[in-house]
């Protein structure tokens, strides 16, 4: 069974920065489209940016575009999500997994952006 860790959350202020990442235990960022999504309290799971298998081709919620990179080294099996301009609505637990959520959901990283 496949197993995703996301890694590197953490504590920041307003307008800073902060890279995530997420490492599969086998290689197949090249076969399906990935995907980071984010649960903040209260709030539904919710898919903040994308990235295909070929291109290759990104897309982000209207919320962080402009702001979030979604990457992938495949070499690594890892993908990354470099979010820059935090925001405080940005805090959310942060997960990833394939966009049709195929695989079993890892235990998050937790991002906070306070003061």
């Known amino acids: 069974q496949v197993q995703l860790v996301e890694s590197g959350g953490g504590l920041v202020h307003p307008g800073g920065s902060l890279t995530i990442s997420c490492t599969a235990s086998?290689?197949?960022?090249?076969?399906?489209?990935m995907a980071w999504f984010r649960q903040a309290p209260g709030r539904q799971r919710e898919v903040v940016a994308t990235?295909?298998?070929?291109?290759?081709?990104?897309t982000y919620v209207d919320a962080v575009k402009g702001r979030f990179a979604i990457s992938t080294d495949n070499a690594k099996n890892t993908m990354y999500l470099q979010m820059n301009s935090l925001q405080p609505e940005d805090t959310a637990i942060y997960y990833c997994?394939?966009?049709?959520?195929?695989?079993?959901w890892g235990q998050g990283t937790q991002v906070t952006v306070s003061s």
């Open positions: 997994n394939t966009q049709s959520k195929r695989f079993n």
């Open positions: 086998t290689s197949f960022f090249k076969i399906y489209t």
């Open positions: 990235i295909s298998d070929n291109g290759p081709i990104t």
